[in-house]
C-alpha cells in the first residue's frame, strides 16, 4: 500500500492530521495499535483551548461540541477556604471549552471513516524504515498477514510509549525531564458538579482538582503519592478527602457512584527535535505536560495546525521551509507551555521537601495571584490557549 503520509497513532494528533490532509486533497493511512472501541473510549483530558475549539469547528469536526460542550469563561483558585476567579471573557475576552478528549476521538474517527479514510485498527509490530531517505517505510502486521506502507512522509503521534521517537538515533536527540514527586488519583462520578467552572484548590493536605465531563459527570482529583496504592483508597475515603481539601463555607460537593478511578503520574517531558529525515513527532511522543493546566492535547493540535499547513504547501507547492522549520516551530509553544503548567503545578501543589518557609512563599504568590490583576492576566492568557502556530 502506498500513500503520501503514514500516520502512527490514532489518537487526537494522528485523526486531525489525517483529517485536515484530506481537506487539503493530501491522502493518508493512520496506523493504529489498540481496537476502535478501546481508543474511542479511552477517558483523558477534556479542557479544549479557545484556537482548539476553534479549529475543531472550523474544519467541520465540531458540532457535537457545540452543542455537548460547556462553554467556561473563568476558573475558580481556592486557598485556605477562599476563592478567586480568574475571568478568562474580561481578561482575554475568551473562554475554553470543557469537552471530553474521547469524544473529540469519536469524531474525528467518524468524520475520517464517512469520508473514506483509512484507519487501520489493532496493527501490530510496527515498525518506521528509512526515514533519512526519500521513500520511508512502515511496516506492520495486521489480521496475521505481514504488511508494508510507503510513503513519502511519517507522522509519529503513537504517544510517549510509542516507537516512532526511538526511530531518531540518541546521537541525535536530546531529551528534557522532570518527574513530580506526587501523582493524581482520579475518578470519574455520575455526580452533577458541584461547581459551573473547574475549582483548584491549594490545600494543606494536598492539591485537589473539581472538574466535570457533563451536567451531570463530576471528574475528580486528589494529589497522592506517585507510587499509591488505589486499593486503599476506598470510595468513602476517597470522598471524605475530597470534602476536606475542597471545602469552604457555602460549599457542598455533590457526591454520586464512582464508576472510574486511577492514579496519574505527573511529569514533564521534551524531545528535541522533533523531526528526523522524513519522520516527524506530534503530542506525547515529543512531549508531555503535567496536567494541573490542561495543555497535553492542545499542545497535540498545536503541533498538527504547524504539520498540516507545512505539509500542504509541500505537497501543493513544493515548498519545504515549513518541513525544515516544523521542530523549531512546535517547540516555542511546547515550552511556554510547559513553564505554564510547571508554574501551575508549583503554585497549588504540596512538596513533600518544602520547608514552611517555602510553603509560605506559596502562599504568598498566590496571594499575589488574587490581587495583581497583571498576574490574573497571565494566567488567563495561558490557559485560554496562546496561538496555535506561534510566530518566531
Request: charged share 20%; aromatic share 8%; glycine share 8%.
Amino acid at each position: 500500500m502506498r500513500t503520501n503520509v503514514g500516520i502512527v497513532g490514532a489518537g487526537p494528533a494522528g485523526l486531525l492530521l489525517s483529517h485536515l490532509l484530506a481537506r487539503a486533497g493530501i491522502d493518508s493511512v493512520v496506523l493504529e495499535a489498540r481496537s476502535r472501541e478501546y481508543v474511542e473510549n479511552r477517558i483523558r483530558a477534556g479542557v479544549l483551548e479557545h484556537p482548539v475549539a476553534q479549529l475543531l469547528a472550523d474544519s467541520g469536526v465540531g458540532a457535537r461540541m457545540q452543542r455537548e460542550g460547556l462553554p467556561h469563561e473563568g476558573v475558580v483558585l481556592r486557598a485556605d477556604g477562599v476563592d478567586h476567579r480568574i475571568d478568562f471573557a474580561a481578561l482575554t475576552g475568551k473562554h475554553v471549552m470543557v469537552y471530553s478528549q474521547h469524544k473529540v476521538v469519536q469524531d474525528l474517527i467518524a468524520a475520517r471513516l464517512a469520508a473514506g479514510g483509512q484507519i487501520v485498527f489493532e496493527a501490530e509490530d510496527v515498525a518506521v524504515h528509512d526515514v533519512e531517505t526519500d521513500a520511508p517505510v512502515v511496516t506492520y502486521r495486521h489480521e496475521g498477514q505481514a504488511r508494508r506502507l510507503d510513503c513519502a512522509i511519517i507522522a509519529g503521534a503513537d504517544g510517549f510509549h510509542g516507537i516512532c521517537r526511538e526511530a531518531i538515533p540518541a546521537a541525535h536527540r536530546q531529551s528534557f525531564h522532570r518527574e513530580y514527586p506526587f501523582g493524581w488519583l482520579g475518578i470519574l462520578a455520575e455526580a452533577p458538579p458541584a461547581s459551573e467552572e473547574l475549582v483548584y484548590a491549594s490545600h494543606d493536605r494536598g492539591f485537589a482538582l473539581l472538574s466535570m465531563r457533563s451536567p451531570t459527570v463530576s471528574r475528580l482529583y486528589l494529589q497522592c503519592a506517585p507510587d499509591e496504592d488505589l486499593e486503599a483508597w476506598s470510595d468513602a475515603r476517597i470522598w471524605d478527602e475530597l470534602h476536606l481539601r475542597l471545602g469552604r463555607d457555602g460549599f457542598t460537593l455533590r457526591e454520586g457512584p464512582i464508576v472510574q478511578k486511577g492514579i496519574t503520574p505527573m511529569r514533564s517531558f521534551v524531545v528535541q527535535p522533533m523531526q528526523r529525515g522524513r519522520l516527524f513527532l506530534l503530542g506525547d511522543a515529543a512531549h508531555i505536560v503535567p496536567p494541573t493546566g490542561a495543555k497535553g492535547l492542545n499542545l497535540a493540535v498545536a503541533d498538527v495546525a504547524v504539520l498540516s499547513g507545512a505539509l500542504e504547501r509541500h505537497f501543493r507547492r513544493g515548498e519545504s521551509a515549513g518541513l525544515e522549520a516544523y521542530g523549531a516551530t512546535c517547540l516555542r509553544r511546547v515550552w511556554q507551555a510547559q513553564r505554564f503548567s510547571w508554574w501551575m503545578t508549583s503554585l497549588l501543589h504540596r512538596f513533600p521537601a518544602h520547608t514552611p518557609f517555602e510553603r509560605e512563599v506559596q502562599r504568598a504568590e498566590l496571594a499575589h495571584v488574587f490581587a495583581s490583576r497583571a498576574m490574573s492576566t497571565a494566567l488567563a492568557e495561558a490557559y485560554v490557549g496562546l496561538p496555535l502556530v506561534m510566530p518566531g
